[in-house]
């Protein structure tokens, strides 16, 4: 009964695995599998209402005096430089973190509830605010 038992929940779960392999694959007309479309990146666009309000709520505890390294929000010089990355690549380390010569930046800026629209207008508010822009 035992060996019974082990088969069957054997079977099962190498028939569960079969069945969830490939789960993105598309039939065409033919029934043949089709390779599916490459993901396209979300393209951003800034709400800088929005952005100050995230900045108040999260931003402001680092960004306003520079703490742990990171630029101050009236440091154009600093904010220059951080700029020439791209606002891609900013928006990527608000999302992921950063480790630079100056500091930290935590991911998400330790804002578990911000949304990536959030780090996206929260960037585009610090940069307009210190007075320089990012491709």
């Not at 035992?2 to 069957?8: A, G, I, N, P, S």
């Not at 079977?11 to 039939?27: D, E, Q, R, V």
């Not at 666009?45 to 101050?72: D, F, Q, R, S, W």
């Amino acid at each position: 009964m035992k060996k019974l038992f082990v088969l069957m929940l054997a079977a099962a779960i190498s028939g569960f695995m079969l069945t969830s392999c490939g789960g993105n694959a598309k039939k065409s007309d033919t029934g043949s599998a089709s390779v599916t479309k490459a993901k396209t990146a979300k393209v951003y666009t800034a709400n800088l209402e929005n952005g100050k309000a995230v900045y108040n709520k999260v931003c402001i505890a680092c960004h306003m005096t520079g703490v742990a390294g990171a630029p101050a929000l009236k440091n154009k010089d600093r904010w220059t430089e951080i700029a020439a990355k791209g606002m891609k690549q900013l928006h990527h380390d608000a999302i992921n973190g950063f480790t630079g010569k100056f500091g930290v930046m935590p991911a998400r800026g330790s804002c578990t509830d911000c949304s990536d629209q959030d780090l996206y207008d929260a960037v585009a508010y610090m940069l307009k605010t210190a007075g320089v822009s990012a491709n």
